[in-house]
């Protein structure tokens, strides 16, 4: 499976972003989807997640609000929307994947990753 993400950029604080995350090499409603972050000199945490049919979606405390998590079986892709964007929002951005369908919030549990795309969010 390959996972190329796009979207990332420079935003202002306050503003938004849809990061995609396009899949390949596998049929895409087997796979369960995540999304995680790292910043500079911190461990890669978790963003959110979308069950392999779209229908349960799981977010992190410090997006839950802020951030959709969804997918487009049509397109292969899964998207996170990010709104009213801060200065700590400012990291790597991966997308992940599990073969299986199953939905973790603990990276070292996915088995396939993209390569991240990097957003800034400047105050």
């Known amino acids: 499976v390959q996972l190329q993400a796009s979207g990332g950029g420079l935003v202002q604080a306050g503003g938004s972003l849809r990061l995609a995350c396009a899949a390949s090499g596998r049929t895409f409603s087997t796979l369960s989807m995540g999304w995680f972050r790292q910043a500079p000199g911190k461990e890669r945490e978790f963003v959110a997640a979308i069950n392999k049919s779209g229908s349960t979606t799981y977010s992190a405390d410090s997006v839950k609000g802020r951030s959709t998590i969804s997918r487009d079986s049509a397109k292969n892709t899964a998207y996170l929307q990010m709104n009213s964007l801060k200065s700590e929002d400012t990291a790597v951005y991966y997308c992940?994947?599990?073969?299986?369908?199953?939905?973790?919030?603990?990276?070292?549990?996915?088995?396939?990753w993209g390569q991240g795309t990097q957003v800034t969010v400047s105050s």
């Open positions: 992940a994947a599990d073969r299986y369908g199953r939905v973790w919030t603990t990276a070292s549990a996915y088995d396939y």
